[in-house]
């Protein structure tokens, strides 16, 4: 049964978050929310008979993209709990993907997305939320908000206080406990039959709360031809990358700012699918461990061999974490 709510009724509910004079004015109600752009601030949405007020569209925060705002995504308040929320609407966008010479058309699938949301529940490494359907059909899904910044920022910010060496050996090792952790989440996406689909290092939230790394964002699916994971693990390399360089190394930045590095670099040592970042660190930081550079040659121009599955990757993580533990308590003793 649908249940009706009158604009007396809603101005009770949203006394808390509106101002007196803002009650003045009918709200507008949605139950379709197939045209999202009209659904503005102050507007409530009615989903699976729980009334939702919309407070702001959220914003893009991939590679310099912080002002574009996703329409589609908006910030809401649950009128029943009170709880922040954030409701996803249906928005289709394709794109084409390229790793080397292969091309992925993507394209997002809020219906991928609706049963990932309910095949991982509660995991720690995912976010967390509820699809349903509104009056119309559209899968809108209703997430819980985490509180905490990406991964991205996360590094970043160390950047700007210690150097890399600093980084790689104090900072570095906790990381990449997170990070295997984060591989083992896709890992278990992949032997559910699922795949991320847009895996970014600020597709990672480090939760506030729990310190724990949780994946966001699934809606994103591709057509594929061989390896239905490749752009998957090709993401995975792309965050480790990141992580064992402290950002990104560019090669424009070390052909002005450090010439020397520059000069013993060649054309194989850069990133598949980003020809402008530098993958064998090694020759940056020659202290990097020779098996932990290994892996991220699988994700370079000179590659001869890629991961197929996430267990492999996850093999040699696992291996370079325990050869490289064992030689630092060495090390010590």
Not at 27 to 46: A, K, L, M
Not at 260 to 280: G, H
Request: aromatic fraction near 14%; charge should be negative; proline fraction near 3%.
């Amino acid at each position: 049964m649908t249940e009706t709510f009158s604009q007396e009724s809603l101005k009770k509910l949203v006394a808390h978050w509106v101002p007196a004079q803002s009650q003045n004015q009918p709200f507008r109600v949605y139950r379709d929310t197939s045209n999202f752009f009209s659904i503005e601030y102050g507007d409530i949405v009615i989903l699976n008979d729980t009334p939702y007020l919309i407070r702001h569209n959220t914003k893009e925060g991939r590679f310099g993209l912080d002002d574009e705002v996703k329409f589609w995504v908006k910030r809401a308040v649950d009128l029943t709990t009170g709880e922040a929320k954030i409701i996803k609407l249906v928005f289709h966008e394709k794109f084409i993907a390229r790793i080397g010479d292969i091309s992925f058309e993507c394209f997002r699938s809020p219906l991928k997305e609706a049963r990932i949301l309910n095949l991982v529940g509660s995991r720690p490494n995912f976010m967390h939320g509820v699809s349903v359907r509104d009056d119309h059909g559209n899968v809108v899904r209703i997430l819980d908000v985490i509180y905490g910044i990406t991964l991205a920022d996360q590094v970043w910010d160390l950047t700007s206080r210690i150097d890399h060496e600093t980084y790689f050996y104090q900072y570095f090792p906790e990381i990449f406990d997170n990070y295997i952790e984060c591989a083992e989440a896709i890992r278990f996406l992949h032997e559910a039959g699922e795949k991320h689909g847009d895996i970014r290092r600020d597709h990672i939230l480090v939760d506030r709360d729990s310190g724990v790394y949780r994946w966001i964002d699934f809606d994103y699916n591709f057509r594929h031809r061989e390896n239905i994971y490749g752009y998957d693990l090709f993401g995975l390399g792309n965050v480790l990358m990141f992580l064992v360089g402290m950002g990104d190394l560019l090669v424009p930045h070390l052909k002005t700012a450090k010439p020397d590095i520059y000069a013993r670099l060649s054309d194989s040592d850069t990133n598949i699918v980003f020809n402008n970042r530098v993958a064998n660190l090694i020759k940056i930081y020659p202290y990097i461990p020779e098996d932990l550079n290994r892996i991220l040659m699988h994700f370079s121009k000179s590659a001869n061999a890629f991961y197929d599955q996430a267990y492999q990757l996850l093999d040699d993580l696992y291996e370079f974490k325990s050869d490289f533990f064992k030689k630092e308590i060495t090390n010590e003793s």
